[in-house]
C-alpha cells in the first residue's frame, strides 16, 4: 500500500532503540544492530514531531512500551501500561475512591493532569472531563502496538497544553486475521477479580489496496473493600490513635453525645466516639466497559490513500463511602420533635438561654402553629448507617471518529489531511446520599407518625435511637437520588505536508520539514438536577455541581525543520538543528507563540549527544474559566481555634473571632471533621494563559561495539510561570496563624455557630480563588538501558528505567512558600502533585527466552523512600508516619507459545507479597491518601495472579 512513500522513511531511529520497542514479527523484523524495519510501505508515527522521517534524529527523549512488553503486563486498560513508569505519576485511577471522577487520568511528571496530552496514533482525543483530561480507559489496548511517551514538552508539535509531553498510543496497521484473547486476575485473598476479553477481526481486500480491522472487547473489574485489608480495617489519627469521623451514631448534638442507653449526653471524645468510616470504602473500585474500535484505509489511487477510524466505549465505574449523614451542618431543630429526648431539650434550650418553662412549652407544642412552637440552631452530627453506604455510579458514553486522506504529492512531499469528532458524556448517579431540605423536613414532626408537612409523603425522622431506629419509610422519603451530566465535546480539523527539502551543506540525509493549519473546537457542560446543583442540599458530597457550560476554539499554523548540517566527517559523524513553531489564536485568551529549538551531535557513531528548549503558551480550560464558585472541601488534619488551643493566648483568640468564631465557641471549637474543612473556589474568567519554558540535554549510546546495548540519559528541567493554581491550606493558615497576615486570615470564614470550619454554605472555609500568580518546577534525569544478548539456550534481554528528581517545587503565589515535594508527602504535596514523587525510583525487568520451552520474566520496581514534609511541624505525629522506607516489587512472567496459535501467559504480580506503609488516614489528601495509606503509589491489594491465552488465525 502506498507504495511510493519512500522506502528509507521505514527505518525507527535510534531514539527509540534506547526505549526497547518491541514490534510484533507480522509488523517487523529484528536485524543486526538492533534496528527494525518495518515490512510494510505504511506511513510511520513518530511521536514528538510531524516530520515522518525516522532517519532524521529528533531531539526530545522519547519512552517507548513496546507490544512484548504490553503482553507481559497482560494489562486490562492503559493506566496499567504506563501508570508506573518512572518519571510518570498516575492521576486519578482504580485505586482513588474518596474523589474519584470514573475515568483514569495521566499526569507527567507530577505538573498536572490538565498540562499533558493523550494521543491515538498522534490525534488528539476527546477529553473526558471538564479540566480536558483524557480517559485512559478509552484506548483499545488489544490493538496497541505500542505506548510512546515524550516527557520533554511537546507543545510546538501538539499545542501548549503539552507541556509535560505527550502518551501517545498507536495502533497495529494492516492487522489480517482473527485474534481472540482473555485475561482473567485474581487477589491471592480472593477478592478484586478482573477479566479482560478482546476480538479482533481483520483482512486486506482488493489485492492488498485496503484493509479494514474491528476490535469489540469487554473488561471488568471487581472491587477490592478497605474492610478486606489489614493495612485500612480501622482509621488511624496522625497521633497513632483509632479515630475516625466526626458523623457519628449515636447522635452528636453541639459536639455531645446523645447515649441511649442511659438517656443521658456526655462530651464528644474521638478516640471513643467516632466513626470507623474505613471498611466501606473501595481500595479498587469496580469497572465494566465495553467498547469497540474499527479502522479503514483504502488506496484510491497511485500513492493516495483514504482512511477512517472510529471508536466507542461504554464505562461504568462505581465509588462506595461510608453511610451518608448530617455532617455537622447547621440544622433548625424543633423542641418539640417528638423524638427528641428531654436531656437533649434541656441541654439544647440551657445553651440557648431559654428558661424551663418555656422549653417544656416548646416541648409540648402540637405543631408549628401553635404559639410556644419553638426551633433552635444546632450543629448535628448523625451517621445515617441505616440506609447503607453511599454509592456513586458513573457511566460513560464516549465516542470519537475521524476521516481523512493522505498520501505523496511528489516523490519527497507527503500530505495528510484530517477531521475528528468525538463525544463523552459522563452520568454521575448518587444513591443513598440523602437530601437536606428533606431531613429537615422530616425533623419537624407532629408525631412520629406525622410530620408538621407532609409533603411529598414526609416521613418523621428519629435521629436519637443507636443506630437502628430511623425507619426505612424515612429512609425512602429523604434519601432520593441526584446526579449530574459532564458532557464535552472536541471537533478537530488538520491538515499537514511534510517531506525533504535536499540536502544542506554536507552528507546525503535530505532537510526534513513539516508545515500544517489546524481547528479545534472545544465544547463542556455540565447538567445537574435541582438538588445536586443546590449548595449544601444533597448530604455528604462536599461541593455542589451547579449546570454551566463554555466553549472556545483555537486556530492554529505550525511548522518544523530538522536540518542536517554536517555528516561523516571527523569529529562530527552527525550533526542536525531542529526547530518547530506554533501559532495560535484563542477566542478566550488571543494570540499566543510556541516553538522549540535544539539540536544532535553524534561524534562518533553510537555516540550521541542531544538537547532541546521549549517555550510553551498554555490558554485555560473550561473548569479554569467557567466552574461557578461553591463551597466544597479541602484537607486539614488540625484548625489552629480548635479546642483548648486559644486558651489563654489573647492573640490566637482574636485571630479565632475576627475569622467568625462566636466567642462562646473558643476553648470548645471542634476539630476539622475526618481531616476536611471547607474550602470556597471555583473558576476564574479573568485568568490569561501560563507560560512554560523547558530543556532536555541528554545522551544516547548505541555503540558499534557492543551489538544490542541502547543507552539513554536525559536532563529535564520545566518552569510553568503565571501558572493557574490554587493555594494550598497551609498557604494560607501559615501566614495568618504564624505571621499574622490580615490578608491571609481574611480568606479563613468559619461556623457561625460553633466556630468551626465545617458545616454549611454559611462556613465558607478557606476562600481560595484560581489565579495566575503561581509557579511550578521541576526537574530531574530519566536513564533508560537496554541489553539483549544471545546465548545458548535462546536469548537474555535486560530492560532499565529509571529516574531522579531533582525537584518538584509549587508556589502558588508570590507570598506563598515554594513547596518542595520530591521525596515528600502531606496534604501541601497531594494538593499538586497528585502523589508522592519519589527522589529515586527504577523498574527493572530481565527477559530469559528458552528455546522451545518460552519466556521468563522478573520486573522489579524500586521506589525510594519519602518523608513527611520536612518543612511542617511533626510535634504529636506518630513517628512511624514521618517515614516510609523504599519499596520494591517483584512481579514473575511465564510466557508459552502453546502452538503456532496458542500463547498463554501466566503471572504473579507481587509476589512477595509487600504490605504497604501505614502512615494514618490524615498525612495527605483524601483522593490520594486513603486507607491509611497512599494506594495510586504503593501496592495494597497484595500478592495477586493472572492468566491470558490468545489465539491468532
Known sequence: MLGKFRPRHYLLSTTLLGSAVCISPAYAQDVPGGETVIEDASPIVVTGSRIQNPNLEQSSPV??????????????????????????????????????????SLNLRGVGTNRNLVLLDGTRLVPSSLLSETDLNIIPVALIERAEIVTGGASSVYGADAIAGVANFITKRDFAGVELASTVGITERGDGARYRFDVTVGANFDDGRGNAVLNIGYQKVEPVFQGGRAVSRDTYFLDGSLVGSGTTTPTRINNRIYNPADGALRDYVGSRDAYNFAPANYFQTPLERY???????????????????????????????????MFGDTWQLPLNNPFLPDAVRSEVCASNAISAADCAAAGAATSPNDPAYREVAAVINRRFIEAGPRIRNLTTNQFQVWAGVRGSITDAIDFDVYGLHGESDRKNSNINWGLKSRVQQALRANSTTECADPANGCVPINLFGDGTDISQEAIAFF????????????????????????????????????????????????????????????????????????????????GELIVPIVEDVPGIYSLTAEAGIRLSDYSNTGTSTTWKAGGTWEPFRGYKLRGIYQHSVRSPNISELFTPITTGLANLAEDPCQGSSPVGNAALTAICIAQGAPPGTIGNIPSPSSGQINQTAGGNPNLDVEIADS?????????????????????????????????????VFGPCFEEGDAAACALIRRNPLNGSLNGGGDTPGQIALLTNQGTITTSG????????????????????????????????????????????????????????????????????????????????????????????????????????????????????KVADIFTLTLSVQNLLDKNPPLVSNYVGTTALNSGNTYPTTYDVLGRRYSLTASMRF
Open 695 to 731: 530543556y532536555t540535554l541528554g545522551l544516547v549510546v548505541t555503540p558499534p561495539q557492543v551489538p544490542g546495548l541502547a543507552i539513554t540519559a536525559d536532563y529535564y528541567h520545566i518552569k510553568i510561570t503565571d501558572a493557574i493554581t490554587l493555594p494550598t491550606p497551609n498557604d
Open 479 to 558: 434519601n432520593q437520588p441526584a446526579g449530574s451530566t459532564v458532557s464535552t465535546r472536541l471537533s478537530v480539523v488538520s491538515g499537514s505536508i511534510s517531506g525533504e527539502l535536499g540536502n544542506f551543506l554536507a552528507g546525503e540525509t535530505p532537510i526534513g520539514f513539516a508545515l500544517g493549519a489546524e481547528y479545534r473546537k472545544y465544547g463542556a457542560s455540565q447538567v445537574s438536577d435541582v438538588a445536586f446543583g443546590t449548595q449544601d442540599e444533597v448530604l455528604g458530597t462536599g461541593a455542589p455541581s451547579p449546570s454551566f457550560s463554555g466553549t472556545y476554539d483555537v486556530k492554529e499554523i505550525f
Open 781 to 896: 534525569v530519566d536513564l533508560r538501558i537496554n541489553y539483549g544478548l544471545p546465548t545458548g539456550f535462546g536469548r537474555l534481554n535486560f530492560d532499565l528505567s529509571g529516574n531522579w528528581t531533582e525537584q518538584s517545587k509549587f508556589k502558588a503565589s508570590p507570598t506563598s512558600i515554594n513547596r518542595e515535594c520530591v521525596g515528600q508527602y502531606s496534604t501541601n504535596c497531594g494538593f499538586f502533585a497528585g502523589e508522592i514523587t519519589p527522589k529515586y525510583s527504577f523498574n527493572v525487568r530481565a527477559t530469559a527466552q528458552i528455546d522451545d520451552f518460552g519466556d521468563i520474566s522478573l520486573l522489579w520496581r524500586w521506589l525510594d523512600g519519602a518523608d513527611y514534609e520536612r518543612i511542617l511541624d511533626a510535634e504529636g505525629i506518630e513517628p512511624d508516619y514521618l517515614h516510609i522506607p523504599s519499596y520494591s516489587y517483584f512481579d514473575l512472567t511465564y510466557r508459552a
Open 291 to 325: 467498547n469497540m474500535f474499527g479502522a479503514a484505509q483504502y488506496e484510491v489511487a497511485d500513492g493516495i490513500e483514504i482512511y477512517a477510524k472510529g471508536m466507542f466505549t461504554r464505562s461504568k465505574v462505581q465509588l462506595s463511602l461510608a453511610s451518608s449523614g
Open 63 to 104: 519512552q517507548v512500551v513496546g507490544e512484548s512488553e504490553i503482553g507481559l503486563r497482560q494489562a486490562t486498560n492503559a493506566e496499567e501500561l504506563i501508570g508506573d513508569l518512572p518519571g510518570v505519576s498516575p492521576g486519578a485511577n482504580s485505586a482513588v475512591n474518596n474523589g474519584g471522577a470514573g475515568f483514569a
